[in-house]
């Protein structure tokens, strides 16, 4: 499969544990946050959004956080399972007054051992 | 079935070599953007397209250029490539309209390598 991160920090859960991966986002004014999870091999897929006048959002087995006092954002995956290794990223998203600019993090790489 | 394709998915090319990595989406998206992915550096857009004819730079565009004649495609051209952009290129689309939010959909990537 493609090497999307050689140098990725990486988080190792037990089968069955949470997982929680965390994200620093730069811009406070950005209003729209997304998650993506990207296996090897494959274009990154989205997982979950959030917007800036909330704090929290649940989707199937994940959660997103959002502290906007800290700039921090964190992906929550509940009872976590083998074929949730991949490499996360999470991105945040600015209207520029042409656009919505998603400026993506570095990633984290999650490894889920038996 | 929804999706972003590219081609070629593996190209290894030389110096100098004009090269043109295409790429279409069959979901009648306004937005479509390119982006490369490098060790340690995340995704890093290089151009976007809001509509038919509508192009603009993104964070790393020099080297590269683009066009938008029709609304499914989006070619990335490198005029005269060269080792530095080595690297792992994504297309994606989305439904956004100007100003809005949402995800984009992403193709499975197009390794490229520059001798």
């Known amino acids: 499969g493609e090497s999307v991160g050689l140098h990725l920090p990486t988080l190792s859960v037990q089968e069955g544990d949470n997982s929680i991966i965390n994200c620093a986002y730069s811009?406070?004014?950005?209003?729209?946050f997304i998650w993506y999870k990207q296996e090897s091999g494959k274009g990154p897929q989205f997982i979950i959004d959030?917007?800036?006048?909330?704090d929290k959002r649940q989707g199937q087995r994940v959660t997103v956080l959002l502290n906007k006092t800290v700039k921090h954002l964190s992906l929550q995956i509940a009872a976590t399972q083998p074929g949730d290794s991949a490499v996360y990223f999470c991105a945040e998203s600015l209207y520029t007054g042409t656009a919505s600019k998603l400026t993506f993090g570095t990633g984290t790489r999650l490894q889920v051992t038996l | 079935e929804a999706q972003v394709t590219q081609n070629p998915r593996y190209l290894i090319t030389v110096t100098g070599k004009k090269l043109t990595v295409t790429c279409s989406q069959n979901m009648n998206h306004e937005y479509m953007s390119w982006y490369r992915q490098d060790p340690g550096l995340g995704l890093r857009q290089i151009y976007y397209?809001?509509?038919?004819?509508v192009t603009d730079k993104g964070d790393v565009p020099e080297g590269y250029k683009v066009s938008r004649k029709e609304k499914r495609n989006f070619p990335l051209i490198l005029e005269s490539p060269s080792p530095n952009q080595t690297s792992l290129y994504f297309c994606?689309?989305?439904?956004w309209g100007q100003g809005e939010h949402g995800e984009l959909f992403f193709g499975e990537g197009s390794r490229l390598t520059v001798l």
């Open positions: 811009n406070s004014a950005s209003d729209y």
């Open positions: 994606a689309s989305s439904p």
């Open positions: 959030i917007r800036s006048n909330m």
């Open positions: 397209s809001m509509n038919v004819e």
